[in-house]
């Protein structure tokens, strides 16, 4: 069954900075990843998504993902924090066998930014 | 206009209650499903339905009973509530076939609270 880990359930940094948040996957047929982020009190926003076309996904509000088989991982990263970044990050891989259909999440990432 | 729409947002009740959440679509996707969102934000699947059929019920007390009267509306009614049932319940959507990555549109969720 394919699965995806989140390295890191808090991360913080400073407004301004390089945002990393670590998804690593695992999966016996090419992935379909996505990260989703969840703003306080708020339902699931797709950031962005892998659907086997280029590698580096670029998403809204600056974010974008690489996807690296080598490595199985899809990290999200963003160039320069802002306050509205803070939220909690999910990713996600998609289970498309037939008659189970779903997406897996991770245990997710809480973004801090430091003002 | 919500593409995914739940009601009632919030719910608190007590203990040994009935109580119904609502799920509308107008997406047109032919798949819902529900998520349960813990205290520690980890989101696990709980109920899929694809055109008002059960596809997928992931070990989930037979207390939870979903209905989806058609493929835009999907119901859970939970008896007999418990302490462990506080939780935030999301509905989602996605479309099925050939244009299907997975990718899910959710509903800004439903917080249970059971006293």
Partial sequence: ?115 | DTAVSQTPKYLVTQMGNDKSIKCEQNLGHDTMYWYKQDSKKFLKIMFSYNNKELIINETVPNRFSPKSPDKAHLNLHINSLELGDSAVYFCASSPSGTRDTGELFFGEGSRLTVL
């Fill in chain 1, 1 to 115: 069954a394919q699965s995806v880990t989140q390295l890191g359930s808090h991360v913080s940094v400073s407004e301004g900075a390089l945002v990393l948040l670590r998804c690593n996957y695992s999966s016996s047929v090419p992935p379909y990843l996505f990260w989703y982020v969840q703003y306080p009190n708020q339902g699931l926003q797709l950031l962005l998504k892998y659907t086997s076309a280029a590698t580096l996904v670029k998403g809204i509000n600056d974010f974008e993902a690489e996807f690296k088989k080598s490595e199985t991982s899809f990290h999200l990263t963003k160039p320069s924090a802002h306050m509205s970044d803070a939220a909690e990050y999910f990713c996600a891989v998609s289970d498309l066998n037939f008659g189970n259909e779903k997406l897996t999440f991770g245990t997710g990432t809480r973004l801090t930014i430091i003002p």
